[in-house]
């Protein structure tokens, strides 16, 4: 990677995780989530936009159910392992390698989704902003924007500085975390010991409360937001599994 380039764009780094990240049951869960998001909008959808999709766990059983997606992310690594799954089954996603701090196609999306902590990856709240803002742009006037990531409030609640996994093809996984910035981020540092080979990769990314993500969903101009503990549904208490907010376009 280049000196100075951001580590999300960094693709040995998606080459490295993705054998644990989006191993196949993270796949097979995809499906029962994304049978969930007719329940938390409370409204039917055609037209979904998949935002950070990477390799399109989500975007693939929408696309079984019927719907028109489209998909974007960065990567080109990881689109291209979504490409390869629609290809085997036929389905017909528009997949789009862009940022998503400059995506944005106006009044396009009856449902946007934005799953498994694909947000604040960057520096400053003003981008965070500028990416809602976008999702925001693209809704049909009426449209639900679904956000799921993991809240500061369960970062806190069961904080380790570090762990190890042993993962099921016998590799070694060693997660190294540090809350930095006044917990404002988290900084990340992995260690993957696989067939003799030690990986190793960095990144980080905001971290945000339930109060901060619903402030700054507000700004963006969403109403009739709701904060759920997880894609099920639950309230967003100290039992909370994650930080998943629905927030709707004014019709």
Not at 150 to 174: C, H, Q, T, W, Y
Not at 189 to 195: C, G, K, P
Not at 200 to 214: D, N, T
Request: charged share 25%; hydrophobic share 45%; net charge negative.
């Amino acid at each position: 990677m280049k000196a100075g380039t951001p580590w999300f764009e960094d693709e040995t780094l998606w080459e490295a995780i993705y054998p644990f990240t989006f191993a196949d049951e993270r796949f097979a869960a995809a499906e029962a989530e994304v049978a969930e998001l007719p329940k938390l909008t409370g409204s039917p959808f055609r037209r979904v936009l998949d935002l950070c999709c990477g390799p399109g766990r989500h975007s693939l059983p929408l696309a079984r159910q019927g719907a028109h997606v489209t998909a974007v992310d960065r990567s080109a690594f990881l689109l291209q392992k979504a490409r390869v799954r629609a290809a085997a089954e036929n389905l017909n996603i528009e997949w789009i390698q862009e940022d998503m701090r400059s995506f944005a196609r106006p009044d396009s999306f009856e449902l946007v989704i934005n799953l498994f902590t694909s947000f604040g990856y960057f520096g400053e709240v003003e981008e965070d902003l500028a990416v809602l803002k976008n999702v925001f742009n693209s809704l049909t006037p009426g449209g639900c924007f679904v956000i799921d990531l993991m809240g500061k409030e369960i970062i806190a609640r069961g904080f380790s500085p570090s762990a190890v996994e042993k993962l099921p093809d016998g590799s070694i996984l060693v997660q190294m975390r540090e809350i930095t910035a006044d917990w404002y981020r988290i900084r990340s540092h992995w260690l993957l010991a696989r067939e003799q080979k030690l990986t190793e990769v960095r990144f980080e990314h905001a971290l945000y409360s339930g109060r901060e993500l619903a402030d700054l969903l507000k700004k963006s101009g969403f109403e009739r937001l709701k904060l759920f503990g997880s894609l099920q549904g639950i309230p967003y208490d100290v039992n909370a599994k994650r930080l998943v907010a629905v927030a709707m376009k004014p019709a």
